[in-house]
Each structure stands twice: as C-alpha cells, then as structure tokens.
C-alpha cells in the first residue's frame, strides 16, 4: 500500500497556519487580578468642601489675601484655598483685585461684600470692640501698616474703634489701658463701656477690673482719674477698681 507523503509547500502552509492560530490565543502562565487602590477622598467631595471652607472665611472676613489667613487653621491656610479661589473667580462666584491699599498680593473679595463696600461705608459715628483672637480682628495679620497701630494677638487684650480708628486699647485684663483720645473726648464714657460688659456678662465675667497703668503711667499720675471715677472706679492703693455693686458697675 503506497502512502502519500505530504509535499513540502503543504507542510509550510499548515505551520503558517497553527502559528496564526497560536498567536490569537491568550498567553500561558499563572494569572490574578491586581488590587488598584482607590483614592482615599473622591476629588469633587473634596473641591465642594474647600468652597464651603472658603464661604465660611468669605461670610467672615468679606474679603480674601494671603496674610489675613495667618492666624487660620491649617485647613483655611492660602496654600489650601488659592487653587479653588482661582477656580471660584473664573466661574464668576468671587471677584479679584487691587480693593485695599498697603495689602501685598492679589485680593479676592465675595459680590456681597463688594456691593457693600461700594454702596454704605463703614459710619464714622459706630463705636464697637473687639477682643485681639477674635476671628474678625486684624491683630497678628502680618500688614506693616497695622503692626504699627494694633496690638500683639492675645486673649488678654481689647481694642475699641470709633468709626475706623482705634481710640483705646486694653492690656492684661484691663490692667494697662491705652487711650489714643483726649481726657475731654465726648465719647470717651462709650469707649469704657467694654469693661462693663466683661464684668457682667453670663459666661466666665471678671470678678472686677483693676486699672493699674494708662498711657504707660501709673493710673494715679494719669490725666484719666477723673475720666475713671465718672465711669464707677473706685480708687484703691493699687488703682482703680471697677466691680459689681459698686459705682456705676452695679447698673447691670
């Protein structure tokens, strides 16, 4: 019986022809599924809670730059939020600019609090204070022209304004004041009027004030005497001494 062997050319084409089917199958070997880790934080989550941050310091401060940022935590830090400041001015929330002189850097600054800034300035004629670590204060922010005129960052210390000047400034509970006013100021019995509130206010008063120094004089060579009695001090060896039931401290 005669076997027919296969030519040569056919060999040739049936090896052609298994290594097309070899290639189109998977390569062989031991196969698992990589673990890709995934993010901690989903990056629009995180972007919506920077914006809220930033509304709370806009709802605050009315107006954004570098160094009114100083005293923040660290989340509301300017390396935190400028990323997201830029992104809010392009689509038009906030606004940027050049709005208060002696500030270095670039400004930014919410719709309402421009709107405001341009429609009623600040009346010449309020008398407020404020304590030095309130978030709104201006002391510790890093600006040459408020070093110059506002004190150091301390819980112990107030300041009183009258429209936007300082008119008086209290040290150490009260101990050191410094008026940056006239004995005779017409307003000056409103500018005391702080102390008053430190005394009887319902969360941790002051069990009294002790005036011991004004304007970096001892109170009893002071040209304020008279200015402190009239508000209900009381003087005593060391001072002055403003407390509950006694002078014009028992009023409230």
Not at 186 to 195: C, E, G, N, T, V
């Amino acid at each position: 019986m005669e076997i027919n062997q296969p030519s040569k050319q056919s060999r040739k084409r049936r090896h052609r022809g298994f290594n097309r089917w070899k290639s189109s199958r998977p390569i062989s070997g031991n196969w698992f599924v990589l673990q890709v880790p995934q993010e901690t934080e989903d990056l629009l989550k995180k972007e919506i809670l920077v914006k809220d941050r930033i509304r709370q310091l806009f709802d605050r401060y009315g107006i954004l730059f570098r160094d009114i940022l100083a005293t923040e935590l660290p989340l509301f830090k300017w390396s935190k939020l400028f990323k997201t400041l830029r992104i809010m001015e392009l689509s038009g929330e906030i606004l940027s600019g050049y709005f208060f002189k002696d500030i270095q850097g670039i400004q930014f600054i919410s719709h309402q609090a421009f709107r405001k800034l341009n429609a009623s300035p600040l009346s010449e004629n309020a008398i407020y204070w404020m304590n030095a670590t309130d978030p709104v204060s201006m002391c510790g922010v890093g600006l040459e022209a408020l070093k110059k005129q506002l004190p150091a960052r301390r819980i112990t210390t107030h300041i009183v304004y009258h429209g936007t000047s300082v008119v008086l400034i209290s040290k150490k509970k009260g101990k050191k004041l410094h008026f940056l006013c006239s004995p005779d100021a017409k307003d000056i019995q409103d500018y005391l009027s702080f102390l008053k509130v430190l005394i009887t206010r319902e969360f941790n008063p002051y069990p009294r004030i002790l005036v011991e120094e004004v304007n970096e004089k001892p109170v009893h060579e002071s040209n304020y005497q008279d200015v402190l009695r009239a508000f209900g001090f009381v003087e005593s060896h060391n001072g002055f001494v403003l407390m509950l039931g006694i002078g014009r401290g028992s009023s409230n």
